[in-house]
Structures are given as structure tokens and as C-alpha cells.
């Protein structure tokens, strides 16, 4: 019984420590090598500038407008601060009605963080790869996004802390994928062009002479 006890208060003890050395809150979705990049930039931004970037990945079916802010007061105890939560949860819902689906929410732990980076820059390195209409699985999209999401976010708490990261994705890989997505959106735009819009526009056009 004095053992179990014991066991209990030391286990009560590591748990908060336990939590804080690692940079997830939970990991439903990455694979191993995807957050070893995400640990790696996170313990270097906290070693470097004593802020903490947490990151929530999972496949929750979140309802919809679900409060992101109250839900993560549940363990934010537990939590070093300064710091900010980014939560990555492609199930939650966003329009039931549309059959809208996937969040991006980051939740700073007070103001002054806050302005250390843009939200919707953040956000949309995660969003805009998962929404694009490739060959690449979701498990592929789900990594891509995450880690750039989370590397664009250190970065820009970096610079704005005037110090130089080394394990962050660099700009230009980040520029180059942005641009191969643009390549593939203007070339679905090219075949829906040649294969869809413009035969319907020539039979419209045959069809009023």
C-alpha cells in the first residue's frame, strides 16, 4: 500500500515534467520522422528564445464553431510558458451543413506573444497544402503541413526575437513547394480549360448560328 502510494506521488511529480519535455500535447497523426523535425525546431526555439510551441495533432471530429481556447485550458497547467498551441485537427468540422471540414488554431498563452507572429501566415502553410489536389495521401499532406506550419511559426518568433534558427525548414525549400502547388492549381485550370470550358463554349457558340 505504502509502495502504491509511493508510486502515485512520483508519478504525480514527472507528469508535468514528462509533458514538458516533449513539444506535443498529443500526436494522432505525424509519423515518426515528421515529429522528430517538429521536436528538433521546437527544443532549439525554446532553448534560444524560452518560448514553447506545443502542437496538437488530432483526428478529433471537433463540432462545429467548437471554442478551441476554453478546450485547451484543460491542460494548460501542465505547460511551460511563455507559449503557443498550435492545433492541427483535419476532422473538425467547420459546416456540418456544407460538409466543411479541418482547423488550424493557435492559442497564445498571453498578448505580447501574440504578436510575434501572423496567424493567417501560419495557418495557411498548413491549410493550403492539405487542401490542394494532388497525388500526395493525407498522410503525406498531414506531415508537409504540420511541419511547415510549425517551422514557418518558430521562424517568425525568431526573427522577431532577433535570433537565427538552424533547424527550421529554409525559405527557399518553403518558396519551392509553394510555387510546385501554384504549378498544379494553373495546370488543372490549363486541362479544365482545354477539355471542359472551352468545348462547351464552342458547342454554345455552334449552337446559336
Known sequence: ????????????????LLLNASNFIKN?????????????IGDELSSKTGIYIYAYITNEAFPEKFNFVEYTKK???????????????PNAIISKKLEYSGRV???????DIAKLYD???????????????????KQDKYNIGVVQSYSELADEIASAKNVEMKETIPN????IIGLLRYVIYFGSIIVLWIFILRPTIERIKNGNK
Not at 500500500?1 to 508535468?16: D, E, N, R
Not at 491542460?75 to 485537427?89: M, R
Not at 488554431?105 to 498578448?111: D, H
Not at 496567424?119 to 495521401?137: G, L, P, R
Open 75 to 89: 491542460f494548460e497547467k501542465e505547460l511551460s510558458k511563455p507559449n503557443i498551441i498550435l492545433i492541427f485537427a
Open 172 to 175: 527557399d525549400t518553403r518558396f
Open 28 to 40: 494522432d497523426l505525424l509519423t515518426p520522422e515528421a515529429s522528430k523535425i517538429i521536436e528538433e
Open 1 to 16: 500500500m505504502i509502495q502504491a502510494k509511493v508510486g502515485f506521488a512520483l508519478l504525480a511529480f514527472l507528469l508535468p
Open 105 to 111: 488554431g493557435l492559442i497564445a498563452s498571453n498578448q
Open 119 to 137: 496567424s493567417s501566415t501560419v495557418k495557411d502553410f498548413a491549410i493550403d497544402v492539405v487542401a490542394s489536389k494532388d497525388k500526395n495521401s
